[in-house]
């Protein structure tokens, strides 16, 4: 039982953690060349993503 609860406990910490400094993560691993490669051909397979935030990236409407 107290396996549990300290488990449980390490993992809201690290989601708390997680949440908290996700910017500072996500600067961390996108200064590497090849994994800001990976995550922009990632991203660009979304459809979401290049029906409506690319074109307002690019500054084109969409209609």
Excluded: H
């Amino acid at each position: 039982m107290m396996r549990v609860i300290m488990w449980l406990f390490f993992l809201i910490a690290g989601m708390y953690a997680l949440n908290r400094y996700k910017y500072r993560i996500l600067n961390g691993v996108l200064a590497y060349d090849l994994l800001r490669k990976v995550a922009v051909r990632v991203s660009m397979r979304m459809p979401y993503l290049r029906e409506k935030i690319l074109p307002q990236i690019l500054g084109r409407s969409t209609f």
